[in-house]
T-cell receptor, first 113, second 114 residues
Framework: ELKVEQNPLFLSMQEGKNYTIYCNYSTTSDRLYWYRQDPGKSLESLFVLLSNGAVKQEGRLMASLDTKARLSTLHITAAVHDLSATYFC?????????????FGTGTRLKVLA | DGGITQSPKYLFRKEGQNVTLSCEQN?????MYWYRQDPGQGLRLIYY???????QKGDIAEGYSVSREKKESFPLTVTSAQKNPTAFYLCASSIDRSTIYGYTFGSGTRLTVV
């Protein structure tokens, strides 16, 4: 069964602290995506990782991909309250020419002032 | 501005009623998708269409139907056969079937059974 596991599922952290969210996936895909969702809102694309060793940074967030370990990480540096949201990773699965995303269950991040 | 428009934002359904959720995009994307999100859960794929006049079932298609008569439109009908339809529904599109560059999501429709 294709599965994407994120941990932790819930994360409460103090402003200014660093933390990492982990995303383990099950296929040999070399495509991994991170999205952000604010409460009651849609999903916003954060990072598109398209090869082994890819690293992308935007502000206080940095995402990386290790396809050999089937692991992607989302690192938060010096967290601020505005980063409070739910973060989803998704792997791209391809079967017989059909492509679709498999989403993780999400990590709900709460940054405390 | 290009984007995906979902309507309505909120929808209430009575028992035994069919309802249709609208999804329109002006991005000229070939592929479109419908996902369901339950509280505290990830996204589950209902149906997807990679080209006009063609669509495939996703992981939880039972009780739902779709059509793709135009490139820009991919409406989802929640039928009375869907016994637990209360959820947040998200429509997405991608430039082509490979989805390599990721999805663009609509703003969602929150469906509640009353």
């Amino acid at each position: 069964e294709l599965k994407v596991e994120q941990n932790p599922l819930f994360l409460s952290m103090q402003e200014g602290k660093n933390y990492t969210i982990y995303c383990n996936y099950s296929t040999t895909s070399d495509r991994l995506y991170w999205y952000r969702q604010d409460p009651g809102k849609s999903l916003e694309s954060l990072f598109v990782l398209l090869s082994n060793g890819a690293v992308k940074q935007e502000g206080r967030l940095m995402a990386s991909l290790d396809t050999k370990a089937r692991l992607s990480t989302l690192h938060i540096t010096a967290a601020v309250h505005d980063l409070s949201a739910t973060y989803f990773c998704a792997e791209l699965s391809s079967t017989s020419g059909t492509y679709k995303y498999i989403f993780g269950t999400g990590t709900r991040l709460k940054v405390l002032a | 501005d290009g984007g995906i428009t979902q309507s309505p934002k909120y929808l209430f359904r009575k028992e035994g009623q069919n309802v249709t959720l609208s999804c329109e995009q002006n991005l000229n994307h070939d592929a479109m998708y419908w996902y369901r999100q339950d509280p505290g859960q990830g996204l589950r794929l209902i149906y997807y269409s990679q080209i006009v006049n063609d669509f495939q079932k996703g992981d939880i298609a039972e009780g739902y139907s779709v059509s793709r008569e135009k490139k820009e439109s991919f409406p989802l009908t929640v039928t009375s056969a869907q016994k637990n339809p209360t959820a947040f529904y998200l429509c997405a599109s991608s430039i082509d079937r490979s989805t390599i560059y990721g999805y663009t999501f609509g703003s969602g429709t929150r469906l509640t059974v009353v």
